[in-house]
């Protein structure tokens, strides 16, 4: 019976030492705290998967009424990036920075071999997000790029219809809205709202802000082919609020076989990101709850409640950890990754162009 005893506890203290990596916490810096979305992780910091090794902010009081705000020790701050990731050493970075600061977070976590997720969209312009690509292959770095949509638990049945199973044929049409009253108008932080409304750190208005999510769906949805040709129309409907950037944007995206319409606004009555997509026999009209589909003309819409996501899906940070640690492979289609996020800046950077001269800018062939 001893023998048998000291046998199974010589097994328990195997298993015990021979813990997979993956059951350790994660080890995710924050860069910037001036991105409203930054309560996304802060908020999430003691749910036992991640760590949050340190929060780079050079704005001191910034940071410490966020680490009140969520109970977080005001060891986690630092004045540089540079200091952080020499002194934590994190496994990955995840930028709430203004848009423009996107690339310097690269250059600085690239040479150390760190991971990177910012928030949308990936890049100012493409010179940004080339700079950012070649960091990323020169270091053999994952850089993903973190949207809201991504993670609505309507795109399963978006993607069963219009990618798995074709069931309505050819996506012909897609029309997309993105926005909500304003940034101002909601009551955004001081921090955030000076670069939003900033040209040169956010790289534009509404258009930047809301027309990311349009291109970076459209993408997915194209399975990755790049537009033929993008024209934009844009508006300062609120010139005495934002007098520097766009208000109001719309992005008509042309494929070989299909239209797309991007709407974004700091406009609208109150906040959506909803789409409508016409195939060639039916339609879906999906938001973050669900999907109204249409098979037939003859048919009532039915209305379908996607079940909820599971962990990693559900969650950009567990999505992260699992990306990093090998257990889900990025596709280039994939929502997140570097090479749908890269058509994204270049469907942006040819609407701005399109709407500044008042004509269609070819891309595709």
């Given at each position: 019976?001893?023998?048998?005893?000291?046998?199974?506890?010589?097994?328990?203290?195997?298993?015990?030492?021979?813990?997979?990596?993956?059951?350790?916490?994660?080890?995710?810096?924050?860069?910037?705290?001036?991105?409203?979305?930054?309560?996304?992780?802060?908020?999430?910091?003691?749910?036992?998967?991640?760590?949050?090794?340190?929060?780079?902010?050079?704005?001191?009081?910034?940071?410490?009424?966020?680490?009140?705000?969520?109970?977080?020790?005001?060891?986690?701050?630092?004045?540089?990036?540079?200091?952080?990731?020499?002194?934590?050493?994190?496994?990955?970075?995840?930028?709430?920075?203004?848009?423009?600061?996107?690339?310097?977070?690269?250059?600085?976590?690239?040479?150390?071999?760190?991971?990177?997720?910012?928030?949308?969209?990936?890049?100012?312009?493409?010179?940004?997000?080339?700079?950012?690509?070649?960091?990323?292959?020169?270091?053999a770095i994952t850089v993903l790029t973190n949207y809201e949509t991504t993670w609505y638990s309507s795109n399963q049945k978006?993607?069963?219809?219009?990618?798995?199973?074709?069931?309505?044929?050819?996506?012909?049409?897609?029309?997309?809205?993105?926005?909500?009253?304003?940034?101002?108008?909601?009551?955004?932080?001081?921090?955030?709202?000076?670069?939003?409304?900033?040209?040169?750190?956010?790289?534009?208005?509404?258009?930047?802000?809301?027309?990311?999510?349009?291109?970076?769906?459209?993408?997915?949805?194209?399975?990755?082919?790049?537009?033929?040709?993008?024209?934009?129309?844009?508006?300062?409907?609120?010139?005495?609020?934002?007098?520097?950037?766009?208000?109001?944007?719309?992005?008509?995206?042309?494929?070989?076989?299909?239209?797309?319409?991007?709407?974004?606004?700091?406009?609208?009555?109150?906040?959506?990101?909803?789409?409508?997509?016409?195939?060639?026999?039916?339609?879906?009209?999906?938001?973050?709850?669900?999907?109204?589909?249409?098979?037939?003309?003859?048919?009532?819409?039915?209305?379908?409640?996607?079940?909820?996501?599971?962990?990693?899906?559900?969650?950009?940070?567990?999505?992260?950890?699992?990306?990093?640690?090998?257990?889900?492979?990025?596709?280039?289609?994939?929502?997140?990754?570097?090479?749908?996020?890269?058509?994204?800046?270049?469907?942006?950077?040819?609407?701005?162009?399109?709407?500044?001269?008042?004509?269609?800018?070819?891309?595709?062939?």
């Amino acid at each position: 019976m001893s023998r048998l005893i000291l046998t199974i506890a010589m097994l328990v203290f195997a298993y015990t030492i021979a813990l997979p990596q993956d059951k350790k916490p994660f080890r995710i810096g924050v860069a910037g705290l001036t991105h409203g979305h930054v309560g996304w992780i802060l908020d999430r910091a003691d749910d036992g998967d991640i760590e949050i090794t340190g929060i780079a902010e050079p704005d001191r009081a910034l940071g410490e009424r966020y680490c009140k705000q969520y109970k977080l020790p005001l060891t986690l701050l630092y004045s540089s990036l540079e200091e952080m990731l020499e002194k934590t050493r994190p496994e990955a970075v995840t930028g709430f920075s203004s848009t423009f600061e996107h690339l310097d977070i690269v250059k600085a976590c690239a040479p150390r071999h760190i991971h990177v997720m910012v928030e949308k969209p990936l890049a100012v312009s493409m010179d940004h997000a080339r700079q950012i690509e070649s960091l990323a292959h020169k270091y053999a770095i994952t850089v993903l790029t973190n949207y809201e949509t991504t993670w609505y638990s309507s795109n399963q049945k978006v993607e069963e219809i219009f990618l798995k199973h074709h069931t309505f044929g050819k996506l012909r049409k897609a029309v997309i809205h993105d926005g909500h009253e304003g940034p101002k108008e909601i009551g955004v932080g001081p921090e955030f709202l000076n670069w939003l409304t900033d040209p040169v750190k956010n790289g534009g208005g509404a258009l930047m802000d809301f027309g990311c999510y349009g291109a970076n769906l459209l993408t997915w949805l194209m399975n990755g082919a790049k537009p033929l040709t993008v024209s934009a129309v844009t508006q300062q409907l609120k010139p005495q609020v934002y007098p520097r950037v766009d208000d109001d944007a719309t992005i008509i995206v042309t494929y070989r076989e299909g239209q797309g319409i991007i709407q974004a606004s700091w406009n609208w009555p109150f906040g959506r990101k909803d789409m409508e997509l016409y195939g060639e026999r039916g339609y879906v009209l999906a938001d973050r709850q669900g999907s109204k589909v249409k098979s037939a003309a003859n048919k009532p819409e039915e209305y379908i409640t996607s079940p909820a996501y599971e962990k990693p899906y559900s969650d950009p940070f567990a999505y992260l950890a699992a990306v990093i640690r090998g257990e889900i492979k990025v596709s280039a289609t994939d929502l997140s990754s570097l090479e749908n996020n890269l058509i994204v800046v270049e469907i942006l950077e040819a609407a701005k162009q399109s709407a500044r001269e008042g004509r269609v800018v070819k891309l595709g062939k």
